[in-house]
């Protein structure tokens, strides 16, 4: 269980080196806006507090790093578009300002690792190629630290970095996480939109109103994703990734079919929704840090909790649009 950490000193806004001793709970959670924004590159308390925020309010940042990164900024731009605030700077006084009096717990609280984290089987090293994976028994985690991670949505960098010289891998040891829902209020979801030039993905309600935001990885030049109207055809946790070698992947040196077992660490990771394009759904990712920097074989790439929101939260025969909006243009 987490028990809520409260904070007893007022740091404000700190700028911090990347992952640099001093980032922890207190300054975090007692940030506060100032005009100077913080480098994209670097470590920034504030920004780990608004990453945070935007995760409880579903406009998912991706993972949470500290950074004031692209997927940072989209986030803050869908949100401040969702409100009715200018978008046009990636974070204001206005967009904090409603940030914060969206939810007043603490952003970093402390956690008791639980045996569960801990248990494994964990995998010594993640096959680099897909050939090399489908001899494996599970596509499980790495290691406790990357389990711990993904379940608070954090990169590995940012939770080593608030609990100094921890190894998580003591059942019992408590540490600070980002306090995120991880039990989040089912949602009923109307539609699902995916931008193929802002590559995001949108779930709107019945009635045509936001209720998901996430950035994705949506295709690629060698494989671009289908454009037009499509449906949802079925949810899948723990998928099996099968391999057809008509998809003639780069770097799959097989000739044959062949499937790698479920795990966090398939290469659709922990959920796959297929859509009624053939071959094409939207999915998890072993690579969390890597969503909309990197290009996919087509489908939609999520992180895997974002995934599984969508996946938890979607139905069978539900439309899913693929928009292709010029950059910086604006849908009527």
Not at 10 to 20: N, T
Not at 138 to 152: D, G, H
């Amino acid at each position: 269980m987490i028990r809520l950490l409260v904070a007893t000193i007022f740091l404000g806004w700190l700028v911090f080196p990347a992952m640099a001793a001093g980032l922890d709970a207190a300054a975090i959670n007692n940030a506060e806006f100032r005009s100077k924004p913080a480098a994209e590159d670097k470590t920034d308390a504030a920004v780990v507090k608004a990453q945070v925020l935007l995760d409880r309010a579903q406009f998912s940042p991706g993972e949470i790093d500290g950074k004031l990164g692209e997927n940072a900024q989209k986030a803050l731009k869908a949100f401040a578009e969702a409100k009715g605030l200018p978008s046009d700077k990636a974070l204001t006084p206005e967009i904090w300002a409603m940030l914060a009096g969206s939810s007043q717990d603490p952003v970093i609280a402390e956690y008791k690792i639980s045996d569960s984290d801990v248990k494994g089987p964990f995998l010594e090293k993640l096959p680099a190629k897909m050939d090399d994976m489908k001899s494996l028994k599970a596509l499980s985690y790495t290691s406790p630290r990357e389990a711990i991670a993904e379940k608070f949505h954090m990169s590995e960098g940012l939770l080593a970095a608030l609990n100094p010289g921890k190894k998580f891998d003591q059942a019992g040891e408590s540490i600070f996480v980002a306090n995120v829902l991880n039990n989040p209020s089912k949602v009923t979801i109307g539609r699902i939109e995916i931008n193929k030039s802002r590559q995001t993905v949108k779930a709107l309600d019945p009635s045509g109103a936001l209720i998901g935001f996430f950035p994705a990885t949506v295709g690629s030049e060698e494989k671009p994703s289908p454009s037009g109207s499509f449906k949802v055809v079925s949810v899948n946790a723990n998928p099996t990734y099968r391999y057809n070698p008509d998809y003639k992947f780069k770097g799959v040196k097989s000739k044959t079919a062949f499937t790698i077992r479920p795990g966090p660490n398939n290469p659709v990771g922990s959920y796959w929704i297929a859509l009624s394009a053939e071959g094409y759904g939207i999915h998890g990712t072993p690579n969390p840090a890597k969503v909309s920097k990197a290009e996919s074989h087509g489908c939609v790439r999520l992180t895997n909790w974002d995934a599984g929101l969508l996946g938890r939260n979607v139905k069978k025969g539900t439309p899913v649009v693929f928009v292709d909006e010029p950059q910086g243009g604006r849908k009527s």
